[in-house]
């Protein structure tokens, strides 16, 4: 069973409070992999509006998409048509079509800092340009669910038994990655080689890997036979591109050696990016 956290006292002054949301955080990642959270502080109206630009987004002819092909950028940003990814190797392709992007300032600079360490991840986003709202909408949902992960953090920090602040100096450039989806309804045959998303684990590999899998990161899959449209959101939101992926100390004992090679957080990104995409 998914559990659910209250965020109502994320901020609250007594460390009391927020320990025992982080035992509560702690409970989810270790015995479930997934958690709900209420009381998240994103504004109703930014969730709605990103999800009508979405849906105009989808809407677009097929060729207008396509002149974002994700396969035309290395850092793998913008579209991926229905059937182009497969995240289960068993399956014959994902039903979904999806757009991706990583962090950009509301008002765009020629020099943005916190891009300066993507290393392998490096590249700008790309937007449609008959849709210039688009990217205004999609882009404050994004800024608001960056906002959140901010909070989170510290709770797993605590969930760890390490300091609240464990994670700022590995967290401080948004390394987040956006997908807004849209499941076409799956009519017909039943075909469980070719469903919304396959069976697969997301960027939580990366806290299994840092904790040693202490954290789990559980497998999940997408099928919509709700026969209507679908459209996801999801914000990935990890370490730092540069941040080495190297087991916490609090997850590692005799009991419990290091399982991972080393690797920095933005090789690992990518690499599953292109097992995901076919690159």
Not at 25 to 31: F, Q
Not at 224 to 235: A, C, H, Q, T
Not at 259 to 273: D, H, N, P
Request: with cysteine; hydrophobic share 35%.
């Amino acid at each position: 069973m998914t559990n659910c956290s209250d965020l109502k006292d994320i901020d609250s002054p007594d460390p009391d409070v927020r320990h025992t949301l982080g035992q509560a955080v702690r409970d989810a990642c270790i015995n479930v992999g997934f958690f709900y959270v209420k009381n998240h502080g994103i504004a109703e109206d930014t969730v709605n509006q990103a999800l009508s630009a979405s849906k105009d987004f989808f809407s677009l002819p097929l060729e207008k998409k396509m002149e974002l092909d994700i396969r035309k950028t290395s850092n793998f940003k913008g579209y991926n048509p229905v059937l182009s990814s497969n995240n289960d190797p068993l399956n014959r392709g994902d039903l979904h079509e999806g757009f991706e992007f990583g962090w950009e300032e509301m008002q765009a600079r020629e020099h943005d800092e916190k891009r300066a360490h993507d290393g392998v991840m490096a590249g700008n986003n790309v937007w449609p340009s008959e849709l210039p709202g688009f990217r205004e909408s999609a882009l404050s949902y994004y800024h608001a669910a960056v906002g959140l992960g901010r909070k989170l953090f510290p709770l797993f920090a605590l969930a760890l038994d390490l300091p609240e602040n464990f994670f700022d100096d590995k967290t401080k450039n948004a390394a987040a990655i956006m997908r807004v989806l849209h499941y076409p309804p799956q009519n017909g045959p039943v075909d469980d080689r070719v469903i919304g998303i396959g069976a697969h684990t997301d960027l939580g590999d990366q806290f299994a890997r840092w904790t040693n899998d202490v954290f789990k990161s559980t497998v999940h899959r997408a099928i919509n036979r709700s026969g209507v449209r679908r459209y996801s959101i999801p914000l990935f939101f990890g370490t730092d591109y540069d941040v080495k992926l190297e087991p916490i100390p609090s997850c590692v004992s005799p009991e419990r050696p290091p399982k991972y090679e080393v690797v920095t957080a933005g090789e690992y990104v990518k690499e599953r990016l292109k097992a995901t995409y076919g690159h």
